[in-house]
């Protein structure tokens, strides 16, 4: 079976928030204090503000008929301080592919689609935000060539 990688329908919502609730309920069992279990994680709100929007894009990777995978990407500017050089990146929002469906390059083909869609639009990176106990997900990413830019601690002061 042919791949293929378009974009997303209002009628896929379903598949693409139970595709990315399996990524949601792997975040909630390893960062319980920061990660809540939902049923809908993409509110249908957020899911129409990426349709038909220049800036703005929901992918899904289709098999056999079936959604199996979704990137969700959005082009952002960077902050306006002086410090910082002016630029336009894409962010990966999510990249997520149906447990059913993983190690077949289907991940790999949605990360490539981004970078395309990110270099038609002149963003200058592509960008997301990784948890460091997800180790498979820093791994994949570090095989397409991504490399940690900076990192986010915390000291928890709740005991």
Same mark, same amino acid.
């Given at each position: 079976?042919?791949?293929?990688?378009?974009?997303?329908?209002?009628?896929?919502?379903?598949?693409?928030?139970?595709?990315?609730?399996?990524?949601?309920?792997?975040?909630?069992?390893?960062?319980?204090?920061?990660?809540?279990?939902?049923?809908?994680?993409?509110?249908?709100?957020?899911? &129409?503000?990426?349709?038909?929007?220049?800036?703005?894009?929901? +992918?899904? !990777?289709?098999?056999?008929?079936?959604?199996?995978?979704?990137?969700? +990407?959005?082009?952002?500017?960077?902050?306006?301080?002086?410090? +910082?050089?002016?630029?336009?990146?894409?962010?990966?929002?999510?990249?997520?592919?149906?447990?059913? $469906?993983?190690?077949?390059?289907?991940? &790999?083909?949605?990360?490539?689609?981004?970078?395309?869609? $990110?270099?038609? &639009?002149? $963003? $200058?990176?592509?960008?997301?935000?990784?948890?460091?106990?997800?180790?498979?997900?820093? !791994?994949?990413?570090?095989?397409?060539?991504?490399?940690?830019?900076?990192?986010?601690?915390?000291?928890? +002061?709740?005991?």
């Amino acid at each position: 079976m042919d791949l293929i990688i378009r974009r997303a329908r209002s009628e896929d919502y379903e598949a693409v928030n139970a595709i990315i609730r399996f990524g949601q309920e792997e975040h909630a069992a390893a960062l319980p204090e920061r990660f809540a279990r939902l049923d809908r994680v993409v509110a249908m709100g957020w899911y &129409r503000s990426f349709s038909d929007q220049q800036n703005k894009v929901i +992918l899904v !990777a289709e098999k056999g008929g079936q959604v199996v995978g979704v990137a969700m +990407l959005e082009l952002k500017k960077s902050p306006a301080y002086e410090a +910082l050089i002016p630029r336009i990146y894409a962010y990966l929002n999510e990249l997520a592919v149906s447990p059913d $469906a993983q190690r077949q390059g289907i991940g &790999r083909a949605l990360y490539m689609a981004s970078v395309d869609w $990110a270099r038609q &639009r002149s $963003a $200058a990176s592509l960008e997301l935000n990784v948890w460091e106990f997800n180790e498979r997900a820093i !791994a994949f990413y570090q095989s397409l060539g991504m490399t940690t830019l900076n990192r986010t601690m915390t000291n928890d +002061l709740t005991y």
